[in-house]
């Protein structure tokens, strides 16, 4: 019988306002070219043969309204690999520009994205649905518009996993096989190979970059960059009042802000994102496209996972706050054709700066267990991420450690005792050393004291600790194990971790499996330690 709460594919609501409002290329044929004085092309989905689904997101499903007996019609598989569209859509590639790696690379734009239509729910919130790796667009230079199911799973799981993390972030709603074999050269070394191809369907209020402002700025197409910016103000800042005098400067700070707490975020919970492009920063401090992202193992501050990037190290976990003021600052050169002033633009970025300061001290102090961030704290928190760095120190587990140690002097001091709290943080026991030991109670020791002013007990500590210290991440090995079972049609393991990542700050007794740190197989391993952006 059909639950006549949730709704039909036919039943779903579009309003394409971003077409609707946006200038259009004004050339329909599915051919790379430079778009100019357009925010998007139209463009069809690329039929596939012998689609299937493998995940869905169940709580993506709610959000729409959505019927879940849907996986089972064949009309949904078709739509979600882009073989049909319902009335209403209109699919659609978006025109931006980027600065990759430092350098201004022109036009990007999706090359493998198309954007399906918006969805208004039930509870008038608006969901952008855009498939990625359903062919190629006017956008897809030298490429071929296709995703792999490699890292289509990551993009699944992970955006799905920060979510439940409490990390802001676009959504998925469905992986899909294509039923096609995509070509890739994972490591670029000459070695190409058949892979399964796949399409995620994305979801987002909206997935509008930096570099679609950054496009129109670098074409001066003024016109068109001040539509796009009074667009995104009334569509996805409504709080905002779009005619109020200084507005685009108001929006310019709120857009600090999001990216700012977006970034305390992943620093957090140990995310390095690995190509934070400015084509890759969402105007909504989302986080967007999942590639060569990884997870911190060991705490290490220089780490980036992104092979591309090994060199320079540009998007490494602990440079990840300036390298988001650096994409601001790139957003405020595009938008000051609308200012004519760069004062107002720099005490924005300044105030970035403080802001960012200031919401990464107290997160670190929440880490801690403290309500919020203080000199003594600051301190505690400097000396103990030099402490996380001296051995190889696994983050996640760490935090989770520490909620658990008993803060009293005798405990402290028990060596036998931290060894059986923290060993499972230390990837190198011979580290635990007569130099490093002592350094640890001392810290301890000061946390001690540092907590006494709360009068918390150790449970209430550990309760709040726990709060904001996840157990279960998306460890690079387990996603790459996850893979691997899935390229040989086994999907249990992504099933079973998509389960786990839902409560990752509950224990789950009968999943500590996934809750270990890095095996030493892995540490080296392509694909657990090191990622390249072929995709
Ligand atoms: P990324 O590094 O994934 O952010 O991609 C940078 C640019 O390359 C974007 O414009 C993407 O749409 C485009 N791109 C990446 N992979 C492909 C692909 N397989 N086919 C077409 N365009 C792609
Ligand atoms: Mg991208």
Request: aromatic share 10%; proline share 4%.
């Amino acid at each position: 019988m059909k639950n006549t709460l949730t709704l039909s594919l036919q039943e779903l609501v579009f309003d394409n306002r971003f077409i609707d409002r946006l200038p259009a290329d004004p050339i329909l044929k599915n051919s790379c070219r430079q778009v100019k004085n357009a925010c998007f092309s139209f463009v069809e989905p690329t039929k596939v043969s012998n689609p299937s689904l493998v995940a869905v997101s169940t709580e993506m499903f709610e959000e729409l309204n959505l019927d879940k007996e849907l996986i089972h019609d064949d009309e949904f598989i078709q739509l979600f690999v882009g073989n049909t569209l319902l009335p209403g859509m209109n699919a659609y590639a978006m025109c931006y520009g980027g600065h990759q790696f430092g350098n201004w690379a022109g036009q990007l734009g999706d090359g493998r994205a198309i954007n399906l239509g918006d969805v208004i729910t039930r509870n008038n919130k608006r969901w952008s649905l855009q498939l990625k790796g359903a062919g190629p667009t006017p956008y897809s230079r030298t490429a071929d518009g296709l995703a792999v199911l490699r890292s289509s799973l990551r993009e699944f799981l992970c955006s799905e996993a920060m979510y439940h993390l409490g990390v802001p972030t676009t959504r998925a709603l469905t992986l899909s096989l294509t039923g096609e074999k995509v070509v890739r050269d994972m490591f670029y070394d000459g070695n190409p190979e058949y892979e399964l191809g796949a399409v995620v369907c994305r979801v987002a209020p909206s997935f509008i970059r930096f570099g679609n402002f950054q496009i129109l700025s670098a074409q001066n197409d003024i016109e068109n960059l001040t539509r796009l910016i009074d667009y995104t103000i009334e569509t996805d800042f409504p709080h905002l009042d779009s005619s109020e005098e200084g507005i685009y400067l108001k929006w310019f700070k709120e857009v600090c802000t999001t990216t700012a707490d977006m970034v305390v975020h992943w620093m957090r919970v140990g995310f390095v994102h690995g190509v934070m492009n400015t084509d890759n920063m969402s105007i909504l401090g989302l986080t967007i496209d999942y590639g060569p992202y990884g997870w911190l193992e060991n705490y290490d501050p220089d780490w980036t996972p992104n092979t591309t990037d090994a060199n320079g190290r540009r998007y490494r976990f602990e440079n990840q706050s300036q390298v988001a003021l650096w994409n601001l600052l790139q957003l405020a050169e595009a938008i000051y054709p609308l200012i004519n002033d760069t004062r107002p633009l720099e005490e924005i970025l300044k105030y970035y700066r403080d802001y960012y300061q200031q919401q990464w001290n107290n997160m670190m102090a929440a880490k801690l267990g403290f309500e919020q961030s203080s000199e003594l704290v600051e301190k505690l928190v400097e000396q103990l991420l030099k402490l996380l760095a001296e051995i190889e120190t696994d983050m996640t587990l760490f935090y989770r450690a520490l909620s658990e140690i008993e803060l009293d002097d005798n405990a402290i001091m028990d060596e036998g005792l931290l060894h059986t709290v923290f060993e499972k943080a230390w990837y190198l026991p011979e580290q635990v050393n007569e130099k490093y030991l002592p350094q640890l109670q001392s810290w301890l020791v000061k946390y001690k004291e540092c907590t006494e002013a709360l009068d918390l007990t150790d449970s209430e500590r550990k309760n709040r600790m726990n709060q904001f210290n996840p157990k279960y991440v998306l460890r690079n090995y387990l996603a790459q194990q996850a893979i691997d079972k899935a390229n040989e049609d086994d999907y249990s393991m992504l099933h079973e971790l998509l389960d786990v990542l839902r409560k990752p700050y509950d224990e789950q007794p009968d999943k500590e499996v996934f809750a270990a740190k890095r095996p030493e197989w892995a540490r080296h391993r392509a694909g657990c330690s090191m990622l390249s952006c072929s995709s």
